[in-house]
């Protein structure tokens, strides 16, 4: 159904892997399913597509049916999802974005609802999946669908561990910041200086300096249930940011092993050194 949720529903499974495409006429679909297959016999076995379609195109109902009976020809086997909500529940966000129901031509709103429900009725009955949206905000929807469409044993979350240097300012997208400045600096070691916080003698030196491993066991810890509540929320993505004078050393050095602690099974690390090499 419009404003029943398709935009929440198709973010989450882009970010669960699948390749999504928006509003697209039902006419359409065996042409996708063609490209699918080429893709499959080029070695793309584990390709997942999800086509959003929705009711604006007429005769919407047969001409899905026909897509979906295209597809199977080619070997696919089509799974339908249909999102469902209240009357009133659809009444309230098309007014809250203030935008005219796609059926209601010169009618009131519930006409261009009812409308719709009459369109896809016999849609409705075949799907594999009904959702009701009807009390779900876009987080709790993803948090249901997470378990239909998601992938099990792939990593549900990453965080960009970034270090950088307070001198040349905060990162703007930072969630967390780290002040490495509590560590000796090596740049006052003169066999230290020119090298950067990714040379061995460098990171050796910051990591066994008196703090350095406590700080990054309490990270770690911190962190644990940070990221759970994360996943809850179907928050996909963070950034830790490890800052020290100039980013070049101690920064740098902590930023590499605090990513190597937080990577498991179902969290993805990167790190980016936003200001090695400016000094």
Known sequence: MSGAGRSTAANVLEDHGWYVVDNLPPQLI??????ATQARDDGHRDLRIAAVVDVRTRPFSSELQEGLAAV?????RPQ???LDATDEALVRRFESVR???PLQGEGRLLDGIQAEREV???LRADAHVVIDTSGLNVHQLGRKLTPIVGVAGGPSLRLAVMSFGFKYGVPLDADFVFDMRFL????????LRSLTGV?????????AQEGAGSFLDRVVSVMEPVTAGYRREGRRYATIAVGCTGGKHRSVAVAQALSARLADDDTATFVVH????RE
């Open 72 to 76: 199977r020809e080619h070997g696919w």
């Open 199 to 207: 040379d061995a003698p460098v990171s050796e030196f910051v990591l």
């Open 274 to 277: 936003r200001d090695l090499g």
């Open 80 to 82: 339908l999802m249909f």
């Open 184 to 191: 000796p600096n090596p740049f006052w070691v003169p066999e």
């Open 120 to 122: 896809l009725g016999d």
């Open 99 to 101: 935008r005219p129901h």
């Open 30 to 35: 065996p042409a996708m399913g063609v490209l």
